[in-house]
C-alpha cells in the first residue's frame, strides 16, 4: 500500500462538517466512509460510502474501524474508547483518541494550557457545582464570572455568565469549569493543519461575531481586521499549541483579544471548524482540502486567502420550528460572489444551522455590504 488512494478514510459524523469533507475528499479520488445515525443527515447526500451506526457506541465504532486505514472525526463527542483500540490494532486515528478525549473537556483543555504556558483566562475546576456557591459566599469567588459545563457543552448551550445572586439560582448542575469574565475587544479564530509528518501550517487569521443571544457565530470576516502583530502573535500561540500536542489533521483555536491587548486562547476544536468554511471559496487550499492531506501526509497545500470573505451562518428564524423553507433565496443567488451552502436539512428549530453563505471580493468592505444585504434577504422558515 504506497499510495494515499489506496487508503480507506472513515469519517465519525455525517453533519455538515462531515458533508463538506465529503465534497473536498471527491476530486481527490480519496476513498471516504462516513457513520452516522442516518443516511438521511448532510453528509449522507454526498458521500459515496455510508454506514448507518452511532459513533459514541463502543461496538459500532469497532465494526465501523475493522476496515478502514484511517479514522477520523468531525465531531468530538465520539466513542474514544473504541478509538484507543482502534488505534491499538494499528490503524492511523487522526486526531489521536487522547487528544480528542483532553479537548472534549473544557477542564483538562485549561490544565493544558496552563501547564504548557499558553495564555488563557484565570480558571478553576468544581466537580461539585455546589461548591460554586459556597465559594462565593466565603468570598473566594467574586462576580462575575463564567461557568462553563466541562464537556458536551457546544454553541453556546453549556456557557453562562453569572453577574449576581440570581443567576446562581440557574447554574448549569454538572461539573464545572469557571473562569474570569474577559472583557472581550474581538474573538479571532486560527485553523491550524499539522500533517502526520509534521509538517505545520496555518490559515490566515478571521474575526468571529457573535449572534447576540443565540451564542453562536453569525458573521465571520477573513482578513481580519485586528492588527498584525496581533494576528502574528495569535498565529504563533496556536501554532506553539499544536506542536506541543502533536496533533495530527486541524485544530481550530478560538482566541479572545481583551480590551488590555492581550491575547488568550478560549477554546479549540480537533477538526475542520465553522471559522474556516469561507476557504472553500476564499483561499487556495480549503480547510476541509487541509484536513485531508493532513491525515494522509500528503504535503500542505497554500493557505492563502485569494480574496476577501465574509461567511454568514444561515439559522432557523426564532419562532419557526417546521419543515425549512428558505424565502428569497433566488434574491440571494442573483448576487455576484455569493455562495450559497444548505446543509440538506429537512426541520428547521430556531438557530439551527441550516447552512452558510461565503460572500467573496475583492474588497472586504464590498464583501460585508453584500453580506449584511443577504442576512436581511434570506429568511429560514415554515
Ligand atoms: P462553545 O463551546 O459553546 O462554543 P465557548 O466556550 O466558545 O462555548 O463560549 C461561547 C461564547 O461565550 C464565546 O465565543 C464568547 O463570546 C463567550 N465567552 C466564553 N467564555 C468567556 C469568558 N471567559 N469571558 C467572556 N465571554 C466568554
Known amino acids: 500500500m504506497n499510495s494515499y488512494l489506496d487508503q480507506k478514510i472513515g469519517v465519525l459524523g455525517g453533519g455538515q462538517l462531515g458533508k463538506m469533507l465529503a465534497q473536498a475528499a471527491s476530486p ?9 445515525k442516518d443516511k438521511n443527515f448532510p453528509a ?21 474501524g475493522a ?26 486515528v487522526y486526531p489521536q483518541p487522547s487528544i480528542v478525549s483532553l479537548i472534549k473537556d473544557k477542564g483538562t483543555q485549561k490544565l493544558f494550557y496552563r501547564n504548557h ?59 464545572s469549569l469557571v473562569e474570569d469574565l474577559v472583557d472581550i475587544d474581538r474573538e479571532i479564530s486560527v485553523i491550524v493543519a499539522r500533517s502526520s509528518n509534521g509538517e505545520i501550517s496555518s490559515f490566515p487569521v478571521v474575526d468571529m461575531e457573535f449572534h447576540p443571544t443565540a451564542n453562536l457565530v453569525e458573521f465571520l470576516y477573513s482578513p481580519s481586521k485586528s492588527p498584525i502583530d496581533f494576528q502574528n502573535q495569535a498565529t504563533r500561540i496556536a501554532e506553539k499549541l499544536v506542536s ?32 474556516g468554511h469561507h476557504t472553500i471559496e476564499a483561499n487556495v487550499t480549503s480547510q476541509y482540502q ?21 461567511m454568514v451562518n444561515v439559522l432557523g428564524e426564532d419562532g419557526y420550528t417546521g419543515r425549512a423553507h428558505y424565502q428569497n433565496i433566488e434574491d440571494c443567488l442573483k448576487m455576484e460572489g455569493v455562495y450559497i451552502h444548505l446543509y440538506g436539512k429537512e426541520m428547521t428549530k430556531p438557530f439551527r444551522k441550516m447552512g452558510h453563505i461565503t460572500i467573496v471580493s475583492d474588497s472586504l468592505d464590498r464583501a460585508i455590504e453584500k453580506a449584511k444585504i443577504v442576512k436581511n434577504t434570506l429568511k429560514v422558515i415554515t
Open 28 to 36: 481527490m479520488g480519496i476513498q471516504l466512509y462516513i457513520l452516522d
Open 44 to 64: 449522507g447526500q454526498v458521500a459515496p460510502h455510508f454506514t448507518e451506526g452511532n459513533f459514541n457506541d463502543y461496538d459500532d465504532v469497532m465494526a465501523f
Open 67 to 92: 476496515d478502514k486505514d484511517i479514522i477520523t472525526i468531525e465531531i468530538e463527542a465520539v466513542n474514544t474508547d473504541a478509538l484507543v483500540e482502534l488505534e491499538k490494532m494499528g490503524k492511523k
Open 117 to 175: 504556558h499558553l495564555p488563557t483566562s484565570p480558571f478553576d475546576l468544581y466537580d461539585q457545582w455546589e461548591d460554586i456557591i459556597t465559594d462565593v459566599e466565603n468570598g473566594t469567588l467574586i462576580y462575575p464570572f463564567v461557568q462553563k459545563a466541562r464537556s458536551g457543552g457546544y454553541d453556546g448551550r453549556g456557557v453562562q455568565v453569572v453577574k449576581g445572586p440570581e443567576d446562581l439560582k440557574v447554574l448549569l448542575q454538572v461539573p
Open 244 to 275: 506541543e500536542l502533536e496533533i495530527v489533521g486541524l485544530l481550530a483555536v478560538e482566541l479572545f483579544l481583551d480590551a488590555n491587548g492581550q491575547i488568550l486562547i478560549n477554546e479549540v476544536a480537533p477538526r475542520p471548524h465553522n471559522s
Open 290 to 310: 487541509q484536513h485531508l492531506r493532513a491525515i494522509t501526509g500528503l504535503p500542505l497545500g497554500s493557505t492563502r486567502s485569494n480574496l476577501a470573505a465574509v
